[in-house]
């Protein structure tokens, strides 16, 4: 049966085959760098919140299915998150292509599609919902496969956040040339979670030059000191924020500025 990830990729492949019959039809819009997540990470003084749209998952099952992503996206913007990560997986995380393009219409703030890309066919369906940045995970694939999704998202205007979760991983995704590099705390194998992996990985991320956006299982407040301090530019937070009863609360209280925070 594999891990998860597998589950998750054996199914990819078969969106994939559905995806090219469709190819045709998608409509492409002019994106090209116009909500620039790597400018904002470059002029910000302040941590970077990606929010992101979540209603389920692997690890959790449902997290907050009846929520309207316009509303979330809304909220997310009002309350300063810097960017929107939509799940656009659907059979794993009830999330769909449709969700993205609500959350693009409604803000404008960049926006992240969140799902697990391994041919280019998905990468121009994600352009065609409205993303402006994609996700890869160089667990999902070769390096020599990375490297090409990496530079035919580049081509096609989108900027590409990188993730990795151990060093080997990093090596390979530091080689593709990716300016923002994603450690998720999340083994997406076991679903351990382990704010750790991004006080291992960080300072190789750092002494490359390239922007560490922590993702997955940060909670609190106190999270998002413990991650600034290893160097984070940026967080990516989805359960803590689908969930919150003061929503507003959370995610003010993980704004914190960067010069104010004390690295280790
Ligand atoms: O969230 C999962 O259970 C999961 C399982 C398998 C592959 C990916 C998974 N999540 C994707 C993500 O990376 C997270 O949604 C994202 O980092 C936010 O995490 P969290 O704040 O813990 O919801």
């Known amino acids: 049966m594999g891990t998860i990830l597998d589950q998750i990729l054996a199914e990819k492949r078969k969106e994939v085959i559905v995806l090219q019959k469709e190819k045709e039809y998608f409509q492409i819009g002019e994106t090209m760098y116009k909500r620039s997540f790597i400018n904002k990470l470059a002029s910000g003084s302040e941590l970077a919140v990606i929010a992101e749209f979540k209603r389920a998952s692997p690890s959790k099952g449902d997290i907050n299915t009846g929520q309207n992503p316009k509303d979330q996206a809304l909220f997310y913007k009002k309350y300063g998150a ?19 393009s609500a959350v693009r219409e409604t803000v404008d703030l960049p926006i992240l599609c969140k799902d697990f890309i391994i041919d280019e ?9 409205g993303a402006n940045l994609i996700l890869l995970i160089a667990a999902a694939m070769e390096a020599e496969r990375l490297q090409e999704l990496f530079d035919f998202a580049e081509s096609e205007g989108l900027e590409v956040l990188m ?11 530091l080689r593709t040339g990716a300016q923002l590099i994603g450690v998720n705390n999340r083994n997406l194998k ?5 704010l750790g992996v991004t006080e291992k990985l960080a300072p190789l ?16 407040e106190d999270d998002v000191r413990r991650v600034i301090a290893a ?8 359960e803590a924020f689908m969930k919150a009863d003061n929503l507003e609360g959370l995610l003010k209280a993980m704004k914190i500025p960067l010069q104010g925070a004390v690295r280790q």
Do not use: M, P
Not at 190 to 194: N, Y
Not at 231 to 238: D, S, T
């Open 82 to 100: 810097d960017a929107i990560s939509v799940l656009t997986d659907n059979r794993f995380f009830k999330g769909s292509f449709a969700d993205l």
């Open 121 to 129: 066919v998905q990468v121009l369906k994600a352009k065609a919902s």
């Open 163 to 173: 993730e990795v979760h151990n060093e080997e991983e990093l090596e390979i995704a």
């Open 190 to 194: 076991t679903f351990e979670v382990d």
């Open 205 to 220: 991320i750092k002494n490359a030059g390239k922007f560490l956006i922590s993702e997955s299982g940060i909670k609190s």
């Open 231 to 238: 160097g984070a530019n940026a967080i990516l937070v989805g």
